[in-house]
């Protein structure tokens, strides 16, 4: 599990603006009006070869201003969740009287603090920056957010302190399991279904599993670590603070997992957060499968799992790769098929292909179906490799990176799936110019 860094401080200092720049792209939104962030955002990035992740918080405020408990709540949590604290700063207001409160209720943490000092636009600005000492902190950056000066200083110092990847308390075989989706889609009642016993809270009140709980259990001589999450909900749904509490756990317990089981209700059917909660496995690249929840409590014929398949496969067409179960998490009905797909989707998630292999499918390919021109240019590839698994990762040394027409990446990979069974993973493919 990567290590994290919360960035805090007073509404309207440039947290969004800080936390956008290390990412170096706009993810967090930004307002000149005091406390326009409320949620937490958490995305990952990296720096000098270094991974980890960053948690945008709200604003602390010490008078008693409009959503001063939910905001306190949410840098409490980030704090807990977090190795490395950046506090940022007013360069053009300097110091005053608040800032020494915040410093107070991070000192209190025990985590390395980091003091950014933002808005160090000019030279006078950043001669500001010498009052901070006085918080007690030994690291103050004179940063810019908005035109980016001193990012690099700042991301210096984070790496500085940061520890190496955190280690899970499981074997390296372990396969672990993130229960996502929506609220009240049946995670806990799945979880219990799969351990044998009430081990979660299961209610039909929409959000009562606030943490990523945790259970090791062993089936067929392979151990499995089953993560029950709480219910992603809609960015602009999410208000309360234990709701965004609960949407950065199922975050981080996706990061944490191997196999998401993508959780679809079949009573309410397929619903567009369904399809935003997948993309979110998609995109940390985890092996996922799709579960049909449920199942006992619609009516069915014999042409029904069908249509539902090619209905899945129709409405999340970026996931053609990945198994489709069906059960009932209640009466238990068709749970046994739900451990095979998982199997199949682990194993090929780390599988790992010879060089010769690979790049004797990759020639193939391109023989019977040349590339066409794209930029003013053809690609060639000239050697391929594998570099990582978990999930499946390749590199294509290329006369040129940008030549390759996105559909011939898709056939390329399509020839990968084809001739290796990738069936419940994704696959990158990562262009690189040969020297």
Request: aromatic share 8%; glycine share 6%.
């Amino acid at each position: 599990m990567l290590p994290s860094v919360a960035i805090v401080g007073r509404p309207n200092v440039g947290k969004s603006t800080i936390f956008n720049r290390l990412l170096g792209e706009r993810k967090a939104i930004t307002d000149d009006q005091p406390g326009v962030t409320r949620d937490r955002i958490y995305a990952k990035t990296s720096w000098l070869g270094r991974s980890f992740s960053i948690i945008d918080t709200g604003g602390i405020e010490i008078s008693n201003a409009p959503f001063l408990t939910e905001i306190r709540a949410q840098v409490e949590i980030a704090l807990e969740e977090s190795q490395v604290v950046v506090f940022v700063v007013d360069a053009k207001t300097g110091l005053i009287g608040d800032d020494f409160e915040v410093m107070r209720l991070l000192y209190s943490c025990g985590k390395p603090v980091i003091i950014a000092a933002n808005k160090s636009d000019n030279q006078k600005t950043a001669e500001n920056i010498y009052d901070f000492y006085q918080l007690g902190a030994t690291d103050v950056v004179a940063v810019s957010g908005a035109h980016g000066i001193g990012i690099g200083d700042l991301l210096d110092k984070i790496i500085a302190f940061l520890p190496d990847e955190i280690d899970e308390p499981y074997q390296e075989n372990d396969i672990k399991i993130a229960i996502i989706g929506r609220p009240n889609v049946g995670k806990s009642s799945l979880t219990n279904a799969i351990l044998g016993n009430e081990r979660v809270i299961v209610s039909d009140i929409q959000g009562t599993t606030t943490d990523a709980i945790d259970t090791v259990i062993e089936k067929d001589g392979q151990q499995y670590v089953v993560i029950d999450t709480a219910g992603l909900r809609k960015r602009g749904k999410i208000f309360e603070s234990v709701d965004k509490y609960a949407a950065l756990r199922s975050m981080q317990a996706i990061e944490r997992s191997d196999v998401c089981l993508m959780i679809l209700d079949a009573v309410t059917g397929i619903q567009e957060q369904d399809k935003h909660i997948a993309g979110y496995a998609l995109e940390a690249g985890k092996a996922m499968i799709i579960v049909v929840n449920k199942w006992d409590g619609i009516q069915k014929d014999d042409h029904t799992m069908n249509e539902w398949t090619e209905n899945l496969r129709i409405e999340f067409q970026f996931l053609t790769y990945i198994p489709i179960v069906f059960l009932s998490a209640l009466t238990k009905a068709r749970l046994k098929t739900l451990f095979p797909s998982i199997k199949q989707s682990y194993d090929n998630y780390v599988k790992r292909i010879s060089t010769s292999a690979l790049n004797e499918v990759i020639s193939e390919a391109m023989e019977i179906n040349p590339p066409k021109e794209h930029n003013q240019n053809k690609v060639k590839v000239y050697y391929a490799t594998q570099v990582a698994s978990k999930c499946p990762t390749f590199v294509l040394f290329v006369n040129d990176t940008n030549c390759m027409h996105f559909s011939y990446y898709r056939y390329l990979e399509n020839r990968l799936r084809e001739r290796f069974d990738f069936f419940g993973t994704p696959i990158k493919m990562i262009l690189r110019k040969r020297d």
